[in-house]
């Protein structure tokens, strides 16, 4: 099994910044493909960014592309997400997500990842 646990989400003006931190243990070395989603109140959970495990190949949705980034630390143990320039439309729980490897065209799917965090809030005002 591997666990997954975000922190690092909270309040903050339109234009500021976050970083989320997602500290991975138990079986890490089944991932290679780590993620974060978001889910906004009545809307289906979203895919923001991934990065895989190995090699830092990383990889944003447009919404977020040029303002998010997402990161790894050398251990293999945390993942991070950076976001600047934030929007009220950003106003999510946002998720940590691991698997294995995955192919390039399924990895904005929330069916493709074996592993959840338990959810950060983050919430923009305007």
């Known amino acids: 099994q591997v666990q997954l646990v975000e922190s690092g989400g909270g309040l903050v003006q339109a234009g500021g910044s976050l970083r989320l931190s997602c500290a991975a243990s138990g079986r890490t070395f089944r991932m290679n493909t780590l993620a974060w989603f978001r889910q906004a109140p009545g809307k289906e959970r979203e895919f923001v960014a991934v990065?895989?495990?190995?090699?830092?190949?990383?990889y944003y949705d447009d919404s977020v592309k040029g303002r998010f980034t997402i990161s790894r630390d050398s251990a293999k143990t945390m993942v991070y997400l950076q976001m600047n320039s934030l929007k009220s439309e950003d106003t999510a729980v946002y998720y940590c997500?691991?698997?294995?490897?995955?192919?390039?065209?399924?990895?904005?799917?929330?069916?493709?990842?074996?592993?959840w965090g338990q959810g950060t809030q983050v919430t923009v005002s305007s």
């Open positions: 990065i895989n495990w190995s090699g830092g190949i990383t």
């Open positions: 997500a691991a698997t294995g490897p995955v192919a390039a065209g399924r990895v904005r799917r929330v069916g493709s990842y074996d592993y």
